[in-house]
């Protein structure tokens, strides 16, 4: 860890981990200048604790708690006011390392939070269009007037207070592959169906029918996504097919829950029995 000048806030650098020992090395190097580094491991059975615990002694391990429940948590552990949430998967820039140490280095800031844009390095290059940039997150806060909120998996930081915007980008590692991407979409797209079931168990067939393919028209066309050649059409479309597939799980919920749905058929209940 750097020293800090006297004067100026202290930051502590706060991770979630689990199973990430390909990629939280690239993390931790980007987090040696803040001036702790804490992290909080869903025991991970791989060597990511082994590498956490060379860049810190603040590493902890506390059962899942969903994405909103675990970034609270790890911001208890922290010793600093200072908050910067980052993912395994993410790289602070050096640009935007050195424009978060100059909003610091007068003092104590004039902002309770800071939101910068995220970008995603995928299938081989960075992606410049489209949802993904700018993808702005907030994620340097005051503990004192923050807190992560949302809706799981999708957690976001909210700020009782003024909140700046800088320039430099957050550098995002997301996907290995197309494989990687789809898992994830499966993963995150069960997770989102049963939070609209509990809050929502009704079915409404035109949500299957218009929300993909409104989603690829503001993915690919609104935001430009097309200017990113193939990589932008592969991304949209799978961000469609997520949609849809979030839909057609919250139908899934609604026929097992009307008992029209079973895992498996009787014995000699199928057709020709």
Known sequence: MTEAAPSRERISACVIVFNEEKKIQRCLESLTW???????????????????????DRVFQHVWLGYVG?????????????????????????????????????????????????????????????EWYPDVKLRLFHKDYGRSEGEEPHDKV??????????????HYTYDDLRDHLDTLDRFSTISARQKFVQDPRFHPLDLLTRPPLRFLKGYVLKHGFLDGWHGLIIA?????????????????????????????????GPGA
């Open 34 to 56: 803040c001036d702790e580094i804490v992290v909080l491991d869903s025991f991970s059975t791989d060597r990511t604790l082994d590498i956490c615990r060379s860049f810190t």
């Open 70 to 130: 675990q970034r609270n948590k790890v911001r208890t552990l922290a010793r600093y006011n200072w908050i910067l949430n980052i993912d395994s998967d993410e790289e602070v820039s050096p640009g935007l390392r050195d424009e978060i140490l100059e909003e610091f280095e007068n003092g104590t800031p004039a902002h309770l939070g800071y939101e910068f844009p995220r970008q995603v390095y995928y299938l081989g290059r960075w992606i410049s269009h489209g």
């Open 158 to 171: 909210v700020v009782n207070g003024p909140v700046k915007r800088l320039k430099n980008p957050l550098w």
């Open 237 to 269: 479309c799978i961000s469609s097919f997520g949609v849809f597939m979030k839909y057609a799980k919250l139908w899934e919920l609604a026929l097992r829950k009307k008992g029209v749905f079973r895992e498996l058929p009787e014995p000699g209940t």
